[in-house]
Every structure is written in structure tokens, then in C-alpha cells.
């Protein structure tokens, strides 16, 4: 008899049941983190998005890619805006493109008017400028490592992002935001620096949500190794939920794959 998916086995007993065909009265089952805390929720925010991109998995990793790893890796003009061998190829602002994702942040966590939101490695911060024009009366703060993403961010939130490390300690008080988010950075850490991130999200999150690149089978395994240039923590969806849950994380988390 074959070994059952990871994923299957760590939500057959949990968040695949609906609340509709759950016994009157059940506790929602959720499996505890080393801290002894119950593990957030399997999400699928930004997943439609990342699924709208084509991608020439092949092509990218014939492509000088050593060359364009040590260029993207810089995260400045060329990684942003440069040409698409060294990443996004023009990473610009699309309206309503991030409305969906940020409406659903909101739903999802209740998120009332004077919100307190924390975006680790916020980029051009697209995501936090639809936030706050939902919830213009919220409290928005991001930090991202490269200077060029966070120049290029719409005005209306610029003065509310600063250049820092997603590994190092948050200039914040425990539980200080009402909504913690990480989208596409924490896969760029090294293992003990993923392990420093992960801890300070809960710290200063009451709520929080992650969502890294990973992979299901040898395929999107190639994918992704092919695809990415910056990504250090190559890990499949089973070792991603036990690193949260050996680092004590509490909170909700998506993957994104390259199918």
C-alpha cells in the first residue's frame, strides 16, 4: 500500500471538513505546533493570480541562469524592471489587479477600519495601496530589502514603508499589528533566517498569513527549480508545515506551484 499525500494526511482530520457536515458542537480539529498552539488555515488568496502568468520553465534555466540568479538576487532595477531573464520584467501597477486579494484579507480576518497591517517584504507594496484604499482609516506598514521596489511604490503608502530584513528582530511590540502577511519573500531565506522571520511574524501579528513558492511532485520540482532565481528554501508543502510548526507559527499560509 502506497504513503498517503502529506497534505492529505494533515487535513483529512481538519480543514477539508466543511462546517456544514461537521457534528453540532465539534471543535474544528487542528494539529498543534511545538508551542502548543493550534496551525492556521490552508489558504488560496494569491493563487488565480499567479496562475494567470505563462512561463518557459526550460528556456529560463538555459538562459545564462547562474547570470541571472547573482543579477536578480540584487533586487533592484533589473530584478523588478529590467528584463524578464533577471525576474518580474516590468513589475507594474494594474488596477484591481490586487483588489480581489486584498478584499479577502479583509474578509477573512474581519479587519475593521483602524486595522494595524504589517506586509514583510513588501515590494512596491501593490497589495498594502489596495488595502488602504478599502480601509483608508488603517494603520499600513511595510519593509522590503530593495530600494527600487520601495522608490517605485504609489505614493499614497511610501511614507509608511521602510528598508529592512525580514530576518532580523521587528522594530514592534508583541501582537502590535491586528494582520501580519508575508507574500513571496520568506522562500528568499536560508533556513536559520527563515527560522528568525517565522518567529517575529508571530510575535507582533495576532493574526497572520504566509504564502511561499513549493512544490507537490518531481514535476513542479523542476518547475520551480528551473523558474526561480532568488528562492533558497526549496522545500515541498510537508516540510514547509513542519518548519511552521517546529517555529512555533500559529498562522494561516498558502502555496504557490509551478504546474
Not at 488555515?41 to 499567479?50: N, S
Not at 483602524?114 to 514583510?120: G, M, P, T, Y
Not at 513558492?213 to 516540510?239: G, H, K, P, V
Request: proline share 3%; net charge neutral; charged share 25%.
Amino acid at each position: 500500500m502506497g504513503c498517503p499525500d502529506p497534505i492529505q494526511l494533515h487535513y483529512s482530520s481538519t480543514l477539508l471538513v466543511p462546517l456544514a457536515q461537521r457534528s453540532a458542537g465539534a471543535p474544528e480539529k487542528r494539529p498543534l505546533n511545538i508551542a502548543g498552539t493550534l496551525m492556521g488555515r490552508l489558504l488560496k488568496i494569491v493563487t488565480p493570480l499567479h496562475q494567470q502568468t505563462k512561463r518557459d520553465y526550460v528556456g529560463r534555466m538555459m538562459d545564462a541562469k547562474v547570470v541571472c540568479m547573482l543579477k536578480a538576487k540584487e533586487y533592484e532595477i533589473d530584478y523588478w524592471d529590467g528584463d524578464r531573464r533577471y525576474g518580474y520584467g516590468g513589475y507594474r501597477y494594474i488596477e484591481g489587479r490586487w483588489k480581489p486579494a486584498a478584499q479577502s484579507l479583509i474578509d477573512i480576518y474581519g479587519l475593521k477600519a483602524n486595522a494595524k497591517i504589517l506586509d514583510v517584504g513588501c515590494g512596491k507594496a501593490h497589495l498594502l495601496y489596495e488595502l488602504k484604499r478599502l480601509l483608508p482609516s488603517a494603520e499600513i506598514v511595510g519593509f522590503d530589502i530593495s530600494r527600487h521596489g520601495l522608490a517605485e511604490a504609489k505614493e499614497e503608502v511610501r511614507s509608511n514603508l521602510f528598508r529592512y530584513k525580514a530576518q532580523d528582530i521587528y522594530p514592534f511590540g508583541d501582537k502590535h499589528f491586528d494582520l501580519v502577511i508575508s507574500l513571496g519573500c520568506l522562500h528568499n531565506l536560508r533556513i536559520f533566517e527563515l527560522q528568525s522571520a517565522v518567529r517575529e511574524i508571530e510575535r507582533v501579528g495576532k493574526n497572520k498569513y504566509i504564502m511561499v513558492e513549493s512544490f507537490r511532485n518531481e514535476q513542479e520540482q523542476f518547475n520551480l527549480q528551473c523558474w526561480a532565481l532568488t528562492c533558497e528554501s526549496f522545500f515541498d508543502t510537508s516540510e514547509w508545515i513542519w518548519l511552521y510548526n517546529h517555529f512555533g507559527y500559529s498562522g494561516d499560509y498558502e502555496f504557490i506551484y509551478f504546474e
